[in-house]
């Protein structure tokens, strides 16, 4: 694991060293100086650009290659890393030296941060969808002494005897009623 995340580091250092170290100022746009607040729009856009590239993309991956828990996270924030660096070179947003740092570390940060977001909202919906029993129709457990004619004992998984219930009966055309009371119509 600790070979995975030093891997990670370095790739990272790699992919966004030249994308800073190649504008040293911030880059003119058609003879306009575009001012910074625009380029950390530009950024955050771009990382959630890259959330939606990344995203999907991972989760093909982790399909096809069947990865674990925190392997599939390192992957995603790869993906991202890479996205964010092509975007930002194509794009230009990461001019300015020590601000193109800031910039490349927001457009990742929000490319992970929404896409951890959504992944841990799905899940959360995944986990409230419950299956629906309907229970209208079902007679409450009535438990007996042990040893009431007409019952069969009730037993737990560890197998102790909690009382008897009602002995199950065949099939009839016409339902018998159970300790005075008349079956559900």
């Known amino acids: 694991m600790k070979r995975l995340l030093s891997v990670v580091g370095l790739l990272l250092a790699f992919c966004f060293l030249p994308v800073v170290l190649a504008q040293t100022t911030i880059p003119p746009v058609s003879g306009v100086i575009v001012p910074d607040y625009i380029w950390t729009i530009a950024s955050l856009a771009i990382g959630w650009l ?8 991972t989760a093909l991956l982790k399909r096809r290659f069947e990865f674990q828990s925190s392997v599939t996270q390192y992957i995603y924030i790869l993906l991202s890393a890479l996205f964010v660096v092509g975007f930002g070179l194509v794009s230009g947003a990461f001019g ?66 909690v009382g008897a219930v ?9 339902p018998q009623p159970v300790n005075g009371l008349e079956p559900l119509k």
């Open 166 to 174: 009602p002995a199950l009966r065949p099939s009839t055309s016409k």
């Open 96 to 161: 300015g030296g020590s601000a193109g740092w800031w910039a490349a570390l927001g457009a990742l940060l929000t490319a992970v941060i929404k896409g951890f977001g959504d992944y841990a909202k799905l899940q959360q919906a995944a986990a409230s969808t419950m299956p629906t029993v309907n229970v209208t129709n079902v007679a409450p457990l009535v438990l007996h002494s042990i040893g009431t004619p007409g019952t069969e004992p009730l037993h737990t998984a560890d197998g102790r005897v």
């Open 50 to 57: 890259v959330k939606e590239i990344s995203s999907p993309l």
